[in-house]
């Protein structure tokens, strides 16, 4: 399984976000983290590829395929987009709404398969003890987590997860990333993954596209690219890339004088 993206120009009205992006092919079992400040287009580069937003140029395929052509319910069934802003029906559980979720895709008759394949997903992401619990009565990092169970019950050959850990604590920052990773590469899924923490993206990450005011600046292997100089003219910081004593990178960031 294969994903490319080429020239792609995106916007909104007459505003072109996007300008000429392009990413070398992506293969299944890699997950790739998408890097860069605030409104510099990775949100829209998602909508894009998940057909929210009307590409003006440019191709995006999968396995091939192109994705600009295919209707919405086809893009659905490969493609799973978790954006920023996230929530569910408040007067179901957290179990119906990821079966919600799956079903969206697979039709609206309940097999015993589908009601196990919730339970493995909340299983893998450690929400089995909320599975009986309103939707409207969990904290902001416990919802956002159903959303990435959300995401991934429908098994897609596809994943984008617009800032998955934005409001999690660090122990549920590691543990979601973890299970992404093993999810991903137990299903040879692609998973793309927009982060501002650029030390959980070299961690987790087998690649970082680095993107700035709708241009890709860089893209590459995480040691290749948290070492550019367009890391710190983009962040507007000084960076250091160290190894730890674990052999993972780490990106000591201060403030330019």
């Given at each position: 399984m294969t994903l490319e993206i080429s020239g792609l120009c995106a916007g909104y009205?007459?505003?072109?976000?996007?300008?000429?992006?392009?990413?070398?092919?992506?293969?299944?079992?890699?997950?790739?983290?998408?890097?860069?400040p605030n409104a510099s287009?990775?949100?829209?580069?998602?909508?894009?590829?998940?057909?929210?937003?009307?590409?003006?140029?440019?191709?995006?395929?999968?396995?091939?395929r192109?994705?600009?052509?295919?209707?919405?319910?086809?893009?659905?069934?490969?493609?799973?987009?978790?954006?920023?802003?996230?929530?569910?029906?408040?007067?179901?559980?957290?179990?119906?709404?990821?079966?919600?979720?799956?079903?969206?895709?697979?039709g609206w008759r309940v097999k015993d398969s589908d009601l196990q394949q919730v339970s493995s997903v909340l299983q893998a992401l450690d929400l089995s003890h909320l599975a009986d619990r309103g939707i409207s009565n969990l904290s902001g990092g416990q919802a956002q987590m159903v959303?990435?169970?959300?995401t991934l019950v429908r098994e897609p050959r596809l994943v984008l997860l617009d800032e998955p850990t934005s409001a999690l604590d660090l122990h549920h920052q590691l543990s979601i990333l973890s299970t992404i990773r093993s999810f991903m590469q137990d299903k040879n899924m692609i998973v793309i993954a927009a982060l501002h923490d650029l030390n959980l993206a070299a961690q987790f990450c087998d690649r970082l596209v680095l993107i700035k005011e709708g241009k890709v600046l860089a893209d590459g292997k995480p040691e290749d690219v948290l070492s550019r100089q367009e890391i710190d003219d983009t962040y507007r910081v000084h960076t250091n890339l160290e190894r730890t004593s674990r052999d993972t990178l780490y990106v000591d960031a201060r403030l330019s004088a």
């Open positions: 009205g007459n505003k072109q976000i996007l300008k000429d992006v392009s990413v070398s092919t992506v293969s299944g079992g890699e997950f790739v983290g998408l890097i860069g287009g990775k949100s829209t580069l998602f909508k894009s590829i998940a057909g929210a937003v009307k590409t003006t140029e440019g191709e995006i395929t999968l396995d091939g192109d994705l600009r052509r295919a209707s919405r319910g086809q893009r659905s069934k490969v493609v799973a987009y978790m954006p920023q802003s996230y929530g569910c029906n408040a007067v179901l559980t957290v179990f119906e709404c990821v079966l919600l979720a799956l079903k969206q895709t697979t959303s990435v169970a959300q």
